[in-house]
């Protein structure tokens, strides 16, 4: 039915590039070309032809899809007919030996939804539990929880990718696409607001040596190295919060900033233009411009405080104490197993 699999996917830990490999496993076992590509801010370029299957994988972020899959899908080119399927990740756990899924909410269907809109067939839609990386608020988990998530894992995307290359349909994850509509609001605040806060809580620590690996290896060209003596890792908006800087740090050194998370939850919560408008006296602005505004204060502010609090972290005593206080400094990092940490493309 198919001659040539194309393989997208978007990693950051590598949960999704080992669900890309466990698909292309079986199309090879069945004489398939199958080529894999990792999804960066680089354009997408895809065969849209009917012997082809498009295979787009990625993780899960605030119960949907991630920006950039959104925008890479966005702008594909228009296709007729050429089929797709996808595979999100989610956050799944074990404990005291009882696994607990995680949920995609809206990320599968949604992203099926534009590529429907560009033309493509939709065979399937799949939620795939990996171990949840989600380091910047938990530890990793341990490597006997790890074994057991992805053997399940492995099982099942088999299973899925031998289904769909022989003609079959298959979609699951109606529940959670019902539970993820329920959750929309929440879905839309991490994408619009939630995202761009949680970047500015990454920093280098004291055992930061300024190697620059998190910005070399960063997906989105979110980090960039600042400073002329000591260059240290500094995070832009863009930043997805795909944890690959903090689970592949060579010194273990990248965290996330309680102090940081309290500070800027305060400042957020401030109605400013709100406060600012009221003084205005007899000038009235519509609710949603009064919201917009205040949306673009937050950005701003969030940026102010990050870029000054980075400037301080060139003081040792300052870094200590960043450092001393974060919960992250005795979480377990985790990392796909047998995942090579390659450089992505650009």
Known sequence: ????????????????????????????????????????????????????????????????????????????????????????????????????????????YLAALLLVLKGYKIRGVLGIDMPSNWTALHWGLSPENVEHIISRAESKVKSFAALILRGDTKFNGIISLMLGLMLAPISLMYLVLAQFVLAKLFFASDKCVGCGVCAQYCPKQAIKMTGQDKKRPYWRYSCDSCMACMNYCPHEAIEVSPLLAVFFYYITTVPFI?????????????????????????????????????????????????????????????????VPFAKPDK
């Open 1 to 108: 039915m198919f001659d040539k699999i194309a393989v997208f996917y978007m990693t950051g830990t590598g949960n999704s590039f080992k669900v890309a490999l466990w698909f292309a496993e079986i199309a090879k076992s069945l004489g398939l070309s199958v080529s894999l590509k990792q999804v960066t801010i680089t354009k997408l370029e895809t065969t849209t032809d009917m012997r082809t299957l498009c295979v787009f994988i990625f993780p899960t972020h605030g119960f949907t899809a991630p920006i950039l899959i959104l925008k890479q899908i966005f702008f594909l080119p228009k296709a007729s007919g050429t089929s797709a399927v996808i595979l999100p990740t989610r956050a799944g756990t074990r404990v005291k030996g009882f696994c607990f899924p995680g949920m995609e909410g809206t990320a599968g």
């Open 274 to 338: 709100s406060y600012l408008i009221s003084s205005w006296s007899g000038y009235y602005i519509g609710k949603s411009w009064i919201d917009l505004m205040q949306y673009i204060t937050i950005l701003i502010t969030v940026y102010l405080v990050y870029l000054i609090s980075h400037q301080f972290m060139r003081f040792p005593l300052v870094r200590t104490l960043f450092s001393k206080l974060t919960h992250t400094r005795y979480f377990r990092r985790y990392q796909a197993p047998g």
